[in-house]
Protein backbone atom coordinates (compact mmCIF):
# COMPACT_ATOMS: atom_id res chain seq x y z
CA UNK A 1 0.00 0.00 0.00
CA UNK A 2 1.08 3.69 -0.95
CA UNK A 3 1.03 4.99 3.05
CA UNK A 4 3.44 2.36 4.38
CA UNK A 5 7.10 3.27 4.47
CA UNK A 6 9.76 1.15 5.01
CA UNK A 7 9.93 0.06 8.53
CA UNK A 8 13.41 -0.09 10.45
CA UNK A 9 12.84 -0.73 13.54
CA UNK A 10 9.54 -3.06 14.48
CA UNK A 11 9.68 -2.32 18.25
CA UNK A 12 9.14 1.60 18.19
CA UNK A 13 8.00 1.71 14.76
CA UNK A 14 6.01 -1.28 13.44
CA UNK A 15 3.16 -1.53 10.49
CA UNK A 16 1.02 -4.15 10.27
CA UNK A 17 0.49 -3.42 6.42
CA UNK A 18 3.86 -3.93 5.68
CA UNK A 19 4.14 -5.90 2.43
CA UNK A 20 6.53 -8.29 4.22
CA UNK A 21 4.91 -8.21 7.43
CA UNK A 22 1.81 -9.41 5.64
CA UNK A 23 3.55 -12.02 3.95
CA UNK A 24 5.21 -13.33 6.82
CA UNK A 25 4.45 -11.91 10.04
CA UNK A 26 5.94 -15.12 12.10
CA UNK A 27 9.63 -14.24 12.25
CA UNK A 28 8.85 -10.86 13.74
CA UNK A 29 6.71 -11.80 16.36
CA UNK A 30 9.30 -13.87 17.04
CA UNK A 31 11.95 -11.71 17.44
CA UNK A 32 9.40 -9.48 19.07
CA UNK A 33 8.26 -11.70 21.60
CA UNK A 34 11.84 -12.04 23.02
CA UNK A 35 13.32 -9.21 22.51
CA UNK A 36 10.41 -6.35 23.22
CA UNK A 37 7.14 -8.18 23.71
CA UNK A 38 4.78 -5.45 23.32
CA UNK A 39 6.16 -3.00 20.48
CA UNK A 40 4.82 0.15 20.13
CA UNK A 41 4.29 2.29 16.81
CA UNK A 42 2.74 5.80 15.92
CA UNK A 43 1.83 5.38 12.46
CA UNK A 44 -1.88 5.29 13.11
CA UNK A 45 -2.07 6.65 16.24
CA UNK A 46 -0.47 5.37 19.48
CA UNK A 47 -0.73 1.80 19.28
CA UNK A 48 0.82 -1.72 21.03
CA UNK A 49 1.49 -4.69 19.59
CA UNK A 50 1.57 -7.33 22.09
CA UNK A 51 3.11 -11.10 20.85
CA UNK A 52 3.01 -13.04 24.24
CA UNK A 53 0.17 -15.29 25.18
CA UNK A 54 -0.23 -14.03 28.24
CA UNK A 55 -0.27 -10.49 27.70
CA UNK A 56 -2.69 -10.87 24.87
CA UNK A 57 -4.99 -12.91 26.93
CA UNK A 58 -4.82 -10.78 30.17
CA UNK A 59 -6.15 -7.50 28.23
CA UNK A 60 -8.76 -9.50 26.08
CA UNK A 61 -9.81 -10.14 29.75
CA UNK A 62 -9.83 -6.78 31.33
CA UNK A 63 -11.94 -4.89 29.68
CA UNK A 64 -12.66 -2.55 31.94
CA UNK A 65 -9.44 -1.23 31.40
CA UNK A 66 -9.24 -2.30 27.49
CA UNK A 67 -12.87 -1.32 25.61
CA UNK A 68 -14.04 -2.67 22.38
CA UNK A 69 -15.53 0.29 21.54
CA UNK A 70 -12.98 0.68 18.91
CA UNK A 71 -12.28 -2.61 17.55
CA UNK A 72 -11.02 -1.56 13.39
CA UNK A 73 -7.23 -2.16 13.45
CA UNK A 74 -6.63 0.41 10.66
CA UNK A 75 -8.81 3.46 12.79
CA UNK A 76 -11.74 5.13 10.43
CA UNK A 77 -10.47 8.63 9.34
CA UNK A 78 -13.69 9.99 10.68
CA UNK A 79 -14.64 9.66 14.51
CA UNK A 80 -17.57 6.84 13.78
CA UNK A 81 -18.37 6.42 17.40
CA UNK A 82 -20.51 9.13 17.08
CA UNK A 83 -21.57 7.93 13.64
CA UNK A 84 -25.54 9.06 13.19
CA UNK A 85 -26.06 5.94 10.94
CA UNK A 86 -24.37 3.26 13.72
CA UNK A 87 -23.96 4.69 16.97
CA UNK A 88 -23.04 1.73 18.59
CA UNK A 89 -20.56 0.45 15.75
CA UNK A 90 -21.37 -2.97 15.12
CA UNK A 91 -22.75 -4.84 18.42
CA UNK A 92 -21.95 -6.83 20.12
CA UNK A 93 -18.05 -6.76 19.21
CA UNK A 94 -17.82 -3.11 19.08
CA UNK A 95 -19.28 -2.40 22.55
CA UNK A 96 -18.36 -3.52 26.30
CA UNK A 97 -20.76 -4.35 28.75
CA UNK A 98 -23.57 -3.78 29.60
CA UNK A 99 -24.47 -3.46 25.79
CA UNK A 100 -22.21 -6.07 24.78
CA UNK A 101 -24.24 -8.39 27.16
CA UNK A 102 -27.44 -8.56 25.76
CA UNK A 103 -26.58 -8.04 22.07
CA UNK A 104 -24.53 -10.88 22.34
CA UNK A 105 -27.48 -13.18 23.96
CA UNK A 106 -29.65 -12.48 20.70
CA UNK A 107 -27.20 -13.57 18.40
CA UNK A 108 -25.56 -16.56 20.30
CA UNK A 109 -28.62 -19.29 19.53
CA UNK A 110 -28.31 -18.78 15.73
CA UNK A 111 -24.92 -19.53 15.92
CA UNK A 112 -25.03 -22.77 18.78
CA UNK A 113 -23.66 -25.98 18.57
CA UNK A 114 -26.87 -27.07 17.44
CA UNK A 115 -28.12 -24.76 15.05
CA UNK A 116 -24.74 -25.12 13.31
CA UNK A 117 -25.32 -28.19 12.71
CA UNK A 118 -28.66 -27.91 10.34
CA UNK A 119 -26.36 -25.35 8.17
CA UNK A 120 -23.89 -28.03 7.62
CA UNK A 121 -25.45 -29.72 4.90
CA UNK A 122 -26.39 -26.91 2.87
CA UNK A 123 -22.84 -25.62 3.20
CA UNK A 124 -21.10 -29.41 2.67
CA UNK A 125 -23.46 -29.78 -0.99
CA UNK A 126 -22.56 -25.42 -1.77
CA UNK A 127 -18.80 -27.23 -1.59
CA UNK A 128 -19.37 -29.82 -3.61
CA UNK A 129 -21.03 -27.11 -6.32
CA UNK A 130 -18.06 -25.45 -6.42
CA UNK A 131 -15.70 -28.32 -6.96
CA UNK A 132 -17.66 -29.76 -9.87
CA UNK A 133 -16.50 -26.35 -11.39
CA UNK A 134 -13.24 -26.67 -11.68
CA UNK A 135 -12.65 -30.39 -10.15
CA UNK A 136 -11.85 -31.52 -13.99
CA UNK A 137 -9.86 -28.39 -14.83
CA UNK A 138 -6.66 -29.11 -12.99
CA UNK A 139 -6.28 -26.10 -12.02
CA UNK A 140 -7.93 -23.10 -9.73
CA UNK A 141 -7.49 -20.31 -7.28
CA UNK A 142 -8.22 -22.56 -4.49
CA UNK A 143 -8.81 -18.86 -2.51
CA UNK A 144 -11.21 -17.01 -5.09
CA UNK A 145 -12.87 -19.98 -6.54
CA UNK A 146 -13.57 -22.05 -3.43
CA UNK A 147 -12.63 -20.51 0.05
CA UNK A 148 -14.51 -17.03 -0.98
CA UNK A 149 -17.38 -18.44 -2.08
CA UNK A 150 -18.31 -20.68 1.24
CA UNK A 151 -18.85 -18.34 4.05
CA UNK A 152 -20.89 -15.78 2.29
CA UNK A 153 -23.23 -17.82 1.46
CA UNK A 154 -23.86 -19.67 4.60
CA UNK A 155 -24.07 -16.05 6.27
CA UNK A 156 -26.49 -14.73 3.82
CA UNK A 157 -28.53 -18.06 4.26
CA UNK A 158 -28.53 -17.50 8.47
CA UNK A 159 -29.76 -13.45 7.93
CA UNK A 160 -31.83 -14.67 5.33
CA UNK A 161 -30.46 -12.31 2.45
CA UNK A 162 -30.23 -13.49 -1.54
CA UNK A 163 -26.88 -15.33 -1.72
CA UNK A 164 -27.27 -14.22 -5.35
CA UNK A 165 -26.06 -10.65 -4.16
CA UNK A 166 -22.79 -13.02 -2.71
CA UNK A 167 -20.22 -11.40 -4.95
CA UNK A 168 -21.63 -8.03 -3.95
CA UNK A 169 -21.14 -8.66 0.27
CA UNK A 170 -17.69 -10.29 -0.73
CA UNK A 171 -16.79 -6.99 -2.30
CA UNK A 172 -18.48 -4.21 0.51
CA UNK A 173 -16.12 -6.35 3.06
CA UNK A 174 -13.45 -6.35 1.55
CA UNK A 175 -13.79 -2.64 0.96
CA UNK A 176 -14.28 -2.54 5.14
CA UNK A 177 -11.59 -4.61 6.09
CA UNK A 178 -9.18 -5.65 3.49
CA UNK A 179 -8.76 -1.84 1.67
CA UNK A 180 -9.43 -0.20 5.26
CA UNK A 181 -6.54 2.20 4.34
CA UNK A 182 -8.02 3.43 1.53
CA UNK A 183 -10.83 6.23 3.23
CA UNK A 184 -13.02 5.96 -0.16
CA UNK A 185 -13.17 2.54 -0.58
CA UNK A 186 -13.66 1.78 3.01
CA UNK A 187 -16.50 4.68 2.94
CA UNK A 188 -17.84 3.06 -0.11
CA UNK A 189 -18.48 -0.64 1.67
CA UNK A 190 -20.03 0.97 4.96
CA UNK A 191 -22.61 2.51 1.91
CA UNK A 192 -22.53 -0.27 0.35
CA UNK A 193 -23.99 -2.37 3.63
CA UNK A 194 -25.79 0.10 5.33
CA UNK A 195 -27.84 0.57 2.54
CA UNK A 196 -28.51 -2.70 1.89
CA UNK A 197 -29.56 -3.69 5.24
CA UNK A 198 -31.72 -0.91 5.88
CA UNK A 199 -33.72 -1.76 2.59
CA UNK A 200 -33.89 -5.34 3.74
CA UNK A 201 -35.14 -3.95 7.63
CA UNK A 202 -37.67 -2.16 6.09
CA UNK A 203 -39.15 -5.09 3.72
CA UNK A 204 -39.12 -7.34 7.26
CA UNK A 205 -40.98 -4.98 9.16
CA UNK A 206 -43.92 -5.50 6.80
CA UNK A 207 -43.47 -9.47 6.16
CA UNK A 208 -40.89 -11.13 8.38
CA UNK A 209 -39.04 -14.49 8.00
CA UNK A 210 -37.87 -16.92 9.82
CA UNK A 211 -34.33 -15.60 9.51
CA UNK A 212 -31.85 -13.69 12.02
CA UNK A 213 -32.81 -10.66 10.68
CA UNK A 214 -36.08 -10.65 11.13
CA UNK A 215 -35.71 -12.05 14.86
CA UNK A 216 -33.56 -8.90 15.90
CA UNK A 217 -36.04 -6.99 14.21
CA UNK A 218 -39.00 -8.34 16.28
CA UNK A 219 -36.91 -9.27 19.79
CA UNK A 220 -38.21 -7.46 22.48
CA UNK A 221 -35.42 -6.53 25.30
CA UNK A 222 -36.87 -6.15 28.38
CA UNK A 223 -40.42 -5.15 26.82
CA UNK A 224 -39.19 -2.82 24.19
CA UNK A 225 -37.51 -3.79 20.69
CA UNK A 226 -34.33 -3.16 19.71
CA UNK A 227 -33.43 0.14 18.07
CA UNK A 228 -32.80 -0.09 14.31
CA UNK A 229 -29.65 1.24 14.22
CA UNK A 230 -28.34 -1.92 16.50
CA UNK A 231 -30.14 -4.09 14.51
CA UNK A 232 -28.16 -2.31 11.39
CA UNK A 233 -24.92 -2.90 13.03
CA UNK A 234 -25.42 -5.87 14.63
CA UNK A 235 -26.59 -7.63 11.01
CA UNK A 236 -23.73 -6.19 9.36
CA UNK A 237 -21.24 -7.71 12.05
CA UNK A 238 -22.61 -11.18 11.21
CA UNK A 239 -22.34 -10.40 7.31
CA UNK A 240 -18.66 -8.57 7.96
CA UNK A 241 -17.45 -10.93 10.96
CA UNK A 242 -18.60 -14.01 9.23
CA UNK A 243 -17.01 -13.95 5.73
CA UNK A 244 -13.85 -12.33 5.58
CA UNK A 245 -12.47 -14.73 8.64
CA UNK A 246 -13.29 -18.05 7.58
CA UNK A 247 -12.95 -17.64 4.36
CA UNK A 248 -9.31 -16.91 5.25
CA UNK A 249 -9.15 -19.55 7.48
CA UNK A 250 -9.96 -21.98 5.12
CA UNK A 251 -7.56 -20.35 2.38
CA UNK A 252 -4.63 -20.47 4.84
CA UNK A 253 -5.42 -24.09 5.43
CA UNK A 254 -5.55 -24.96 1.88
CA UNK A 255 -2.68 -23.16 1.55
CA UNK A 256 -0.86 -25.16 4.24
CA UNK A 257 -1.82 -28.46 2.56
CA UNK A 258 -0.83 -27.09 -1.07
CA UNK A 259 3.17 -26.96 0.50
CA UNK A 260 2.87 -29.59 2.64
CA UNK A 261 2.80 -33.13 0.79
CA UNK A 262 3.29 -35.49 4.35
CA UNK A 263 0.67 -33.21 6.32
CA UNK A 264 -1.78 -33.37 2.88
CA UNK A 265 -1.46 -37.20 2.19
CA UNK A 266 -1.69 -37.78 6.54
CA UNK A 267 -5.34 -36.12 6.46
CA UNK A 268 -6.41 -37.90 3.34
CA UNK A 269 -5.44 -41.12 4.80
CA UNK A 270 -6.33 -40.10 8.56
CA UNK A 271 -10.17 -38.25 8.47
CA UNK A 272 -9.77 -39.68 12.03
CA UNK A 273 -7.55 -36.53 13.00
CA UNK A 274 -9.83 -33.71 11.32
CA UNK A 275 -10.96 -32.57 14.38
CA UNK A 276 -7.55 -31.85 15.83
CA UNK A 277 -6.14 -30.70 12.55
CA UNK A 278 -9.03 -28.29 12.17
CA UNK A 279 -8.03 -26.59 15.68
CA UNK A 280 -4.57 -26.74 14.66
CA UNK A 281 -4.46 -25.09 10.89
CA UNK A 282 -6.40 -22.42 13.42
CA UNK A 283 -3.83 -22.16 15.65
CA UNK A 284 -1.07 -21.67 12.77
CA UNK A 285 -2.91 -19.40 10.72
CA UNK A 286 -5.26 -17.88 12.81
CA UNK A 287 -6.54 -15.06 10.34
CA UNK A 288 -8.05 -12.36 13.18
CA UNK A 289 -6.28 -9.38 14.70
CA UNK A 290 -9.05 -7.26 16.92
CA UNK A 291 -8.43 -3.71 18.38
CA UNK A 292 -8.94 -2.27 21.81
CA UNK A 293 -8.61 1.33 23.22
CA UNK A 294 -6.95 1.90 26.26
CA UNK A 295 -9.93 3.72 29.13
CA UNK A 296 -7.38 5.41 31.23
CA UNK A 297 -3.85 5.92 31.93
CA UNK A 298 -2.03 2.65 32.83
CA UNK A 299 1.07 0.79 32.50
CA UNK A 300 0.94 -2.52 31.59
CA UNK A 301 3.83 -4.62 31.25
CA UNK A 302 6.05 -1.93 31.70
CA UNK A 303 4.93 0.00 28.99
CA UNK A 304 3.30 3.63 29.60
CA UNK A 305 -0.32 3.45 27.73
CA UNK A 306 -2.16 6.61 27.64
CA UNK A 307 -6.14 6.98 27.18
CA UNK A 308 -7.22 6.33 23.81
CA UNK A 309 -4.33 4.41 23.05
CA UNK A 310 -4.94 1.56 20.59
CA UNK A 311 -4.16 -2.49 21.26
CA UNK A 312 -4.10 -5.02 18.93
CA UNK A 313 -4.93 -7.97 20.24
CA UNK A 314 -2.49 -10.19 18.29
CA UNK A 315 -4.35 -13.31 18.79
CA UNK A 316 -2.14 -14.97 15.86
CA UNK A 317 0.93 -14.12 17.62
CA UNK A 318 -0.42 -15.98 21.04
CA UNK A 319 -0.76 -18.60 19.64
CA UNK A 320 2.98 -19.10 18.34
CA UNK A 321 4.23 -18.60 21.24
CA UNK A 322 7.14 -21.32 22.64
CA UNK A 323 5.95 -20.63 26.35
CA UNK A 324 2.45 -22.06 25.77
CA UNK A 325 3.25 -24.25 22.30
CA UNK A 326 5.45 -26.60 21.92
CA UNK A 327 7.49 -26.47 18.30
CA UNK A 328 4.89 -23.36 17.46
CA UNK A 329 5.81 -22.99 14.02
CA UNK A 330 5.35 -26.74 13.38
CA UNK A 331 1.75 -27.45 12.39
CA UNK A 332 1.02 -31.02 14.00
CA UNK A 333 -2.04 -31.82 12.47
CA UNK A 334 -3.08 -34.14 15.61
CA UNK A 335 -1.83 -31.63 18.30
CA UNK A 336 -3.77 -32.86 21.94
CA UNK A 337 -2.46 -29.90 23.76
CA UNK A 338 -3.83 -26.78 22.19
CA UNK A 339 -5.08 -24.05 24.72
CA UNK A 340 -5.37 -21.65 21.26
CA UNK A 341 -7.62 -18.66 21.50
CA UNK A 342 -7.77 -18.22 17.31
CA UNK A 343 -10.88 -17.22 18.27
CA UNK A 344 -10.00 -14.91 20.84
CA UNK A 345 -10.61 -15.04 24.72
CA UNK A 346 -12.59 -13.76 27.85
CA UNK A 347 -16.13 -12.37 26.89
CA UNK A 348 -15.72 -11.41 23.20
CA UNK A 349 -14.78 -15.13 22.50
CA UNK A 350 -15.70 -14.81 18.67
CA UNK A 351 -19.92 -15.62 18.72
CA UNK A 352 -19.27 -17.59 15.43
CA UNK A 353 -17.20 -20.28 16.15
CA UNK A 354 -19.18 -23.12 16.45
CA UNK A 355 -19.86 -21.76 12.34
CA UNK A 356 -16.04 -21.21 11.72
CA UNK A 357 -15.44 -24.47 12.80
CA UNK A 358 -18.06 -26.63 11.03
CA UNK A 359 -17.08 -24.45 7.88
CA UNK A 360 -13.61 -24.55 7.83
CA UNK A 361 -14.19 -28.79 8.25
CA UNK A 362 -16.66 -29.45 6.16
CA UNK A 363 -14.03 -27.20 3.63
CA UNK A 364 -11.38 -29.35 3.61
CA UNK A 365 -13.27 -32.50 4.22
CA UNK A 366 -14.81 -32.21 0.89
CA UNK A 367 -11.62 -30.45 -1.17
CA UNK A 368 -9.62 -33.58 -0.34
CA UNK A 369 -12.72 -35.93 -1.56
CA UNK A 370 -12.79 -34.62 -4.53
CA UNK A 371 -8.95 -33.35 -4.67
CA UNK A 372 -6.66 -34.92 -2.86
CA UNK A 373 -3.70 -34.41 -4.65
CA UNK A 374 -2.56 -30.47 -5.05
CA UNK A 375 0.17 -27.73 -5.01
CA UNK A 376 0.80 -24.37 -5.76
CA UNK A 377 0.67 -23.82 -9.45
CA UNK A 378 4.55 -22.83 -9.64
CA UNK A 379 3.45 -20.47 -12.60
CA UNK A 380 0.88 -18.25 -10.65
CA UNK A 381 1.55 -16.46 -7.56
CA UNK A 382 0.28 -16.40 -4.10
CA UNK A 383 -1.00 -13.05 -2.91
CA UNK A 384 -1.83 -12.35 0.52
CA UNK A 385 -4.31 -9.85 2.34
CA UNK A 386 -3.18 -8.74 6.25
CA UNK A 387 -4.27 -6.17 9.06
CA UNK A 388 -7.12 -7.03 10.46
CA UNK A 389 -7.93 -10.35 8.53
CA UNK A 390 -4.62 -12.00 7.48
CA UNK A 391 -5.80 -14.83 4.72
CA UNK A 392 -4.64 -15.80 1.01
CA UNK A 393 -6.83 -13.86 -1.44
CA UNK A 394 -5.58 -15.46 -5.04
CA UNK A 395 -4.13 -19.43 -4.40
CA UNK A 396 -3.99 -20.95 -7.93
CA UNK A 397 -2.64 -24.45 -7.70
CA UNK A 398 -2.86 -27.11 -9.75
CA UNK A 399 -3.89 -31.23 -9.37
CA UNK A 400 -4.21 -34.30 -11.02
CA UNK A 401 -7.34 -34.16 -13.36
CA UNK A 402 -10.09 -37.34 -12.01
CA UNK A 403 -9.77 -39.15 -15.74
CA UNK A 404 -6.03 -39.77 -15.04
CA UNK A 405 -7.42 -41.91 -11.65
CA UNK A 406 -9.18 -44.68 -11.34
CA UNK A 407 -12.97 -43.70 -11.64
CA UNK A 408 -15.04 -43.59 -8.27
CA UNK A 409 -11.85 -42.40 -5.71
CA UNK A 410 -13.05 -38.86 -5.31
CA UNK A 411 -16.67 -38.41 -5.39
CA UNK B 1 -11.64 -38.21 38.80
CA UNK B 2 -14.14 -35.30 39.29
CA UNK B 3 -14.59 -32.51 36.88
CA UNK B 4 -16.45 -29.20 37.09
CA UNK B 5 -16.75 -26.05 34.76
CA UNK B 6 -16.17 -22.80 36.33
CA UNK B 7 -19.63 -20.91 34.55
CA UNK B 8 -18.09 -17.66 35.54
CA UNK B 9 -14.88 -18.58 33.50
CA UNK B 10 -16.32 -20.15 30.69
CA UNK B 11 -17.23 -18.24 27.44
CA UNK B 12 -18.04 -20.99 25.17
CA UNK B 13 -15.42 -21.99 23.08
CA UNK B 14 -17.09 -25.42 23.41
CA UNK B 15 -13.62 -27.09 23.19
CA UNK B 16 -14.39 -29.49 26.07
CA UNK B 17 -17.41 -30.93 24.59
CA UNK B 18 -15.62 -30.73 21.16
CA UNK B 19 -13.28 -33.71 22.53
CA UNK B 20 -15.60 -35.75 25.72
CA UNK B 21 -18.99 -35.46 24.20
CA UNK B 22 -20.59 -38.16 26.91
CA UNK B 23 -19.31 -35.91 29.98
CA UNK B 24 -19.87 -32.23 28.79
CA UNK B 25 -23.06 -30.59 27.73
CA UNK B 26 -23.39 -27.26 25.77
CA UNK B 27 -26.52 -24.82 25.96
CA UNK B 28 -28.06 -22.41 23.59
CA UNK B 29 -25.38 -19.44 24.32
CA UNK B 30 -22.45 -21.98 24.35
CA UNK B 31 -21.95 -22.59 28.30
CA UNK B 32 -20.49 -25.31 29.02
CA UNK B 33 -21.64 -27.82 31.90
CA UNK B 34 -20.66 -31.35 33.35
CA UNK B 35 -23.33 -33.79 32.62
CA UNK B 36 -24.40 -35.39 35.88
CA UNK B 37 -21.96 -35.39 39.02
CA UNK B 38 -18.90 -34.58 37.68
CA UNK B 39 -17.56 -37.95 37.95
CA UNK B 40 -15.42 -39.11 35.03
CA UNK B 41 -15.73 -42.89 33.77
CA UNK B 42 -12.38 -44.46 33.59
CA UNK B 43 -12.37 -45.05 30.03
CA UNK B 44 -12.91 -41.08 29.50
CA UNK B 45 -10.37 -39.58 31.63
CA UNK B 46 -7.85 -39.20 29.30
CA UNK B 47 -9.71 -37.24 26.92
CA UNK B 48 -11.18 -35.36 29.49
CA UNK B 49 -7.71 -34.89 30.96
CA UNK B 50 -7.73 -33.10 27.45
CA UNK B 51 -10.39 -31.37 27.46
CA UNK B 52 -8.77 -29.78 30.81
CA UNK B 53 -5.74 -28.90 28.76
CA UNK B 54 -7.02 -27.15 25.79
CA UNK B 55 -9.88 -24.80 27.19
CA UNK B 56 -8.88 -21.45 26.46
CA UNK B 57 -10.23 -20.02 29.39
CA UNK B 58 -9.05 -21.96 31.88
CA UNK B 59 -12.41 -23.09 33.19
CA UNK B 60 -12.80 -26.73 33.18
CA UNK B 61 -10.83 -27.71 36.57
CA UNK B 62 -10.54 -31.50 38.00
CA UNK B 63 -11.56 -31.41 41.84
CA UNK B 64 -9.70 -32.60 44.12
CA UNK B 65 -10.00 -35.62 46.19
Given amino acids: ?411 | MRVRVDEAKCQGHARCFALVPELFAVDDYGRSSVIGDGSVPAALEERTRLAIANCPEFAVEEIPD
Wanted: aromatic content about 8%; charged content about 25%.
Fill in chain 1, 1 to 411: MTRTAAVADWTSDFDVLDPGYVLDPFGIWDELRTRFPIAHSDRRGSTWLPTRYEDVTAIAHDVEHFSSLQVAVIPFDGTPPSDPVLPYGLPPISSDPPLHTWTRRLLLPWFSHARVGSYEAMTRALCRRLLATFADAGAADAAGHYAQQIPVRVVAHILGVDDALADTFTGWVRDVLEFADDPERRARGVRGLVGYFLAEIARRRIDPGEDLLSMLLHAEVDGAPVEESLVLGTAALVLIAGVDTTWSAIGSSLWHLATHDEDRRRLVAEPGIMAFAVEELLRAYSPVTMARVVTADLEFGGCPMKAGDKVLMNFPAANRDPAVFERPDTVVLDRAVNRHVAFGSGIHRCAGSNLARMELRVALEEWLAAIPEFRLDPAAQVTWAGGQVRGPRELPVVFPVPGARATGTAR
